[in-house]
Structures are given as structure tokens and as C-alpha cells.
């Protein structure tokens, strides 16, 4: 067992699922896309710097260099631009729920459109995760939930599949933590244009938001994307996107203790039922040696 890439699955998971309650944090108190922004050019110089003192060079191949724009598109300005909008409508634990079916669109969308043949296991696993949601939503539902805030989610997690189809060629030939500060430098360009048109400058200054701020740039913002890409690198993308499958719990466990949001049954049930279809799905794409 590599006892290494299992602990940075672990941390990639926690890290990534806890951005959601520190996001929800943030856009209490301040507007979602110039926070995001903001967020992305402290975390792209940060990481620059450290790429330079580390020795890494910015001077990518052209299929880093596409990765680069693609996923700082893709997943920073659609994928968390769409989500920090949209939790100014819909709980923590929705989002970060939505946001994980991500490995089953992956499948679905290599299906559907890279010709990836997807197994008898693979194909139970998509049914278990539209099933999981379809539990999670009846439930919230009847509670009332934003159609708005819950198809910007939607949307979001869709780019996030996308971006999740170019990290192999991201990752390849070095230089990662560069790559890292790059692409968050595409979406702070892109959110910072889009936050001068639609919203104006109002900050709530609290403590709450300084520290959510502060741990969402640092920790979701740069650590756990080195890590990700770090973890690909070491194990591939179908074995690290297995990691996925902890997001749900995570995400709403961390939004139930830090927020107060309520955690009813159908949410443990339907929860239980996406990690168990994000597995499968995931199981079904390892080779038949592993």
C-alpha cells in the first residue's frame, strides 16, 4: 500500500470539502466574486514565488499551457466563481454535495463524448449517484431550497469535470507548484473583470471573514491544488479522483459543526449512496490487477 498517496488523499479530501463552509463563510460578509478574486491573486503569487525560489521555471509546454488557461477557466472562474454565488443562496453541505457527484460526470462525460467504455460496475455506480442526489434534493425540497443557487452548483460541478479531463496533461512534465499559481492567476483575471460589471464594494469586516478568507486562500486555495495535482502525478487521475468519494462526508460534516447546518437523515442516506456510486464508478475504471 503506498501509505504516502493515501495520506495525501486523505488531506486533498478534508482540505477540499472544508472550502465550501469557509466559502459560505466568506459571502456573508462580502461580495462572492471580487472575495474569489482577491483570493486567487494572493494564492497565484504566493504560489509563483515559491515556484521560482524552488526553481521551477515558467516556461511551460504548449499542453501545459493550455492546461493552464483551461483549468483556471473552467474550475476557478465557473466552478468556484459559480459556487461562491451561488452560497449566497444554498447551505454549505448542498454545495459541497453537488460539487462531489464531479467524478461521475467525469465518467458520464468520457462516455459520452471520448468514447471511454464505461463497465456493468461503472454503470451501477452512476445509477447509485443520481440516486443519492434524488434523495438528497426530495428531501430539500420540501424544506425549500433556491432553484437558482442549485443549478449554479450544477453548472459549477460540470466545469469542474471538465477541468478535471486536462490535469493529467497539467501535470505531466514538472514544474507543478508554477502551474498551481498560473492558472489561479486566469481566474483572478477573469472574476476580477466580471466583479467591476456586477457588484458593488460593500465588506462586512469581521473577524470571521478574515480568518475564512485568510484559510481558504492558503489552505483549499493553493495546498490542497498542489496536492491534487501531486497526488495525479503519483497514482493517476482515476485512482486519485477515487479520493472524491470521501467528499460528501466530509463536506457535510464540516458545514453541520462549523455552521449549524441541519443534518437530517436523508441527508446521511442519500450522502451514503452518492460515495458508494462516486466508488463504484471509480472501481470499475481501475485496472483489473489493481
Request: hydrophobic share 60%; net charge positive; proline share 3%.
Amino acid at each position: 500500500m503506498d501509505t504516502r498517496a493515501v495520506l495525501m488523499g486523505l488531506a486533498f479530501a478534508f482540505m477540499w470539502s472544508s472550502a465550501f463552509t469557509s466559502a459560505r463563510m466568506i459571502v456573508a460578509d462580502a461580495p462572492p466574486l471580487t472575495a474569489l478574486a482577491l483570493r486567487f491573486l494572493i494564492s497565484g503569487t504566493i504560489g509563483v514565488v515559491l515556484a521560482r525560489a524552488l526553481g521551477q521555471s515558467w516556461r511551460l509546454t504548449a499542453a501545459q499551457w493550455k492546461s493552464v488557461l483551461i483549468f483556471g477557466l473552467c474550475q476557478n472562474a465557473l466552478y468556484l466563481g459559480l459556487n461562491f454565488v451561488a452560497m449566497q443562496r444554498v447551505e454549505a453541505s448542498l454545495a459541497a454535495i453537488i460539487a462531489s457527484t464531479m467524478p461521475l460526470l467525469v465518467a458520464l462525460l468520457g462516455w459520452l463524448f471520448l468514447g471511454q467504455r464505461v463497465r456493468p460496475l461503472g454503470i451501477a455506480g452512476l445509477v447509485a449517484g443520481v440516486s443519492g442526489v434524488i434523495v438528497i434534493m426530495g428531501s430539500r425540497f420540501s424544506g425549500g431550497v433556491s432553484l437558482s443557487g442549485l443549478a449554479l452548483c450544477g453548472l459549477g460541478a460540470l466545469a469542474l469535470a471538465v477541468a478535471t479531463l486536462t490535469v493529467r496533461s497539467a501535470s505531466a512534465g514538472g514544474n507543478v507548484l508554477m502551474i498551481v499559481g498560473l492558472q489561479m492567476f486566469v481566474g483572478s483575471a477573469i472574476l476580477a473583470s466580471m466583479a467591476i460589471v456586477t457588484e458593488p464594494w460593500h465588506v462586512h469586516w469581521t473577524s470571521r471573514l478574515i480568518l475564512a478568507f485568510a484559510y481558504t486562500t492558503i489552505v483549499p486555495g493553493l495546498i490542497a491544488t498542489w496536492v491534487w495535482f501531486r497526488l495525479v502525478a503519483r497514482i493517476g487521475a482515476v485512482r486519485a479522483a477515487t479520493y472524491h468519494f470521501l467528499n460528501p462526508f466530509f463536506g457535510v460534516a464540516i458545514a453541520a459543526l462549523l455552521l449549524g447546518e441541519r443534518l437530517a437523515l436523508t441527508d446521511i442516506i442519500g450522502v451514503s449512496i452518492v460515495a458508494t456510486g462516486i466508488f463504484l464508478v471509480q472501481r470499475s475504471r481501475l485496472p483489473t490487477s489493481a
